[in-house]
């Protein structure tokens, strides 16, 4: 999960020269979902049914849909490291989110200073663009914004589905969000008459989308999330920008200077923070839940 997908973004890229970011959606998510759906079947095991089959293909949408479809659209405009950067947020959504549960954990200082230094590094990212522009409507502080709200879509898609009761595995789980979600841009994408031009470089990056953004990596952040406490899950972020950044100057020459350097550690420092106020948190709640006889239960 952490570096194939910090591969994909470059592979969006890729892929958004011959496909529109909705056809682009459709076919990587209907290739990946069905793919794995069918070899579930094969194998026999537990599919979702009923409302646990609307839930988990609606959280899908909520995440995948919102999530990755505003990354494409942002691709169209900035570069794909940048938006890896933008995407660094993540964590910020997810602990946000997760307080305004009703049985979240709830958000302290430390947390809040975290968000704050990382929401620096963004603003220190963008500030220059925006301030020196006519209106805040450029293609880097509306790619920032259209991505925040798939950031959020994204978290909270994700957090619905961990707390779900459901028998069904998370590679299963994943089958049926991604499947769901192709099926809505492909219908999307016979509405609106998307652009789709048949290459060998574009057919090449669905491919590679559909492998190692979907059926690997995204099995894997299913897996993840109902595995693991929110802050480890959530490491990728850490890699996947790196892995993002490297690419992109290497196939693209993306620029990369001191400006992001700096905003990169900024922003990594804030995610730094959230998380290690998260484990500790969880770690005391642990304890307490051990110390009553309840851990575990």
Excluded at 24 to 31: N, S, V
Excluded at 198 to 219: C, D, H, K
Aim: include cysteine; charge should be positive; proline fraction near 4%.
């Amino acid at each position: 999960m952490c570096v194939f997908w910090g591969t994909t973004y470059l592979g969006i890229r890729v892929a958004l020269e011959s496909f529109s970011p909705v056809s682009l959606m459709g076919i990587r998510y209907t290739i990946s979902g069905g793919v794995m759906l069918l070899v579930a079947q094969a194998m026999g095991v537990h599919l979702p049914r009923g409302r646990e089959l609307w839930q988990t293909a609606l959280f899908g949408v909520c995440a995948l849909g919102i999530g990755t479809g505003t990354l494409c659209w942002a691709e169209l405009t900035i570069p794909s490291g940048l938006a890896a950067l933008f995407c660094t947020t993540s964590p910020f959504w997810m602990v946000g989110i997760e307080a305004l549960m009703p049985t979240g954990e709830p958000l302290h200082a430390p947390t809040i200073l975290g968000m704050l230094v990382g929401l620096g590094g963004v603003v220190f990212l963008v500030a220059r663009t925006a301030f020196g522009a006519h209106g805040p409507t450029t293609p880097m502080v509306t790619a920032f914004v259209l991505l925040q709200l798939g950031l959020g879509g994204w978290a909270l898609g994700a957090i619905l589905q961990r707390k779900q009761v459901s028998r069904a595995h998370p590679f299963v789980s994943g089958a049926v969000q991604q499947f769901a979600t192709g099926i809505a841009f492909l219908a999307a994408t016979l509405i609106f008459h998307s652009r789709i031009t048949w290459t060998p470089r574009g057919i090449g990056a669905i491919a590679y989308l559909a492998m190692f953004g979907g059926i690997v990596g995204y099995s894997a952040f299913v897996y993840s999330m109902a595995n693991l406490p929110i802050a480890i899950a959530s490491l990728y972020n850490y890699v996947n920008p790196l892995v993002a950044v490297a690419l992109g100057w290497l196939f693209f020459r993306e620029a990369f200077g001191l400006r992001e350097c700096i905003a990169m550690a900024l922003i990594f420092t804030g995610v730094a923070i959230v998380k290690r106020q998260s484990v500790t948190v969880q770690k005391l709640g642990a304890d307490g839940a051990a110390e009553s006889g309840q851990y575990g239960e």
